[in-house]
């Protein structure tokens, strides 16, 4: 009996290394969509909503103000900045970086394309920065 119970919390150890390993919180593994965030669209930009497992290299204000030197005009006008650490790297490859997300709503950014379409506008941008605060990719949508 005493065998089946270490085995129990083995495995429910494993599980939770496992689930934090691929990690999204718990709400964003429900339903990413939920603050914006289309994990199919990330994934086309090379971005993968699993958390990092080494420690962040730049706290939450210091990713902040890295943001705020980025696009300074866009973290003024975000109804709300929404931080969160992923892994990124090109699309087509396997090996990720531990990265900062900077998504930023309530935007009004027109968006570009073909002569004649009307114009729309971009609600959200999402920033990526690598782990000292330099930007890799930004793009805006929805």
Same mark, same amino acid.
Do not use: C
């Given at each position: 009996?005493?065998?089946?119970?270490?085995?129990?919390?083995?495995?429910?150890?494993?599980?939770?290394?496992?689930?934090? %390993?691929?990690?999204?919180?718990?709400?964003?593994?429900?339903?990413?969509?939920?603050? @914006?965030?289309?994990?199919?669209?990330?994934?086309?930009?090379? !971005?993968?909503?699993?958390?990092?497992?080494?420690?962040?290299?730049?706290?939450?204000?210091?990713?902040?103000?890295?943001?705020?030197?980025?696009?300074?005009?866009?973290?003024?006008?975000?109804?709300?900045?929404?931080?969160?650490?992923?892994?990124?790297?090109?699309?087509?490859?396997?090996?990720?970086?531990?990265?900062?997300?900077?998504?930023?709503?309530?935007?009004?950014?027109?968006?570009? @394309?073909?002569? %004649?379409?009307?114009?729309?506008?971009?609600?959200?941008?999402?920033?990526?920065?690598?782990?000292? @605060?330099?930007?890799? !990719?930004?793009?805006?949508?929805?």
């Amino acid at each position: 009996m005493v065998v089946k119970q270490k085995v129990t919390l083995a495995l429910a150890a494993v599980l939770l290394l496992a689930l934090m %390993g691929f990690g999204m919180t718990a709400s964003a593994a429900r339903n990413p969509e939920a603050k @914006g965030i289309d994990a199919q669209e990330l994934a086309r930009v090379g !971005i993968q909503l699993s958390t990092p497992l080494t420690p962040p290299g730049l706290t939450e204000a210091q990713v902040r103000e890295a943001a705020k030197k980025v696009l300074p005009q866009y973290m003024q006008q975000a109804s709300s900045v929404t931080l969160r650490r992923v892994m990124y790297g090109p699309p087509d490859s396997t090996t990720k970086q531990p990265a900062w997300m900077v998504t930023l709503d309530g935007l009004n950014i027109p968006s570009r @394309g073909p002569k %004649g379409i009307p114009q729309t506008f971009n609600t959200q941008l999402h920033l990526i920065l690598d782990e000292s @605060g330099e930007p890799l !990719i930004s793009y805006t949508h929805q």
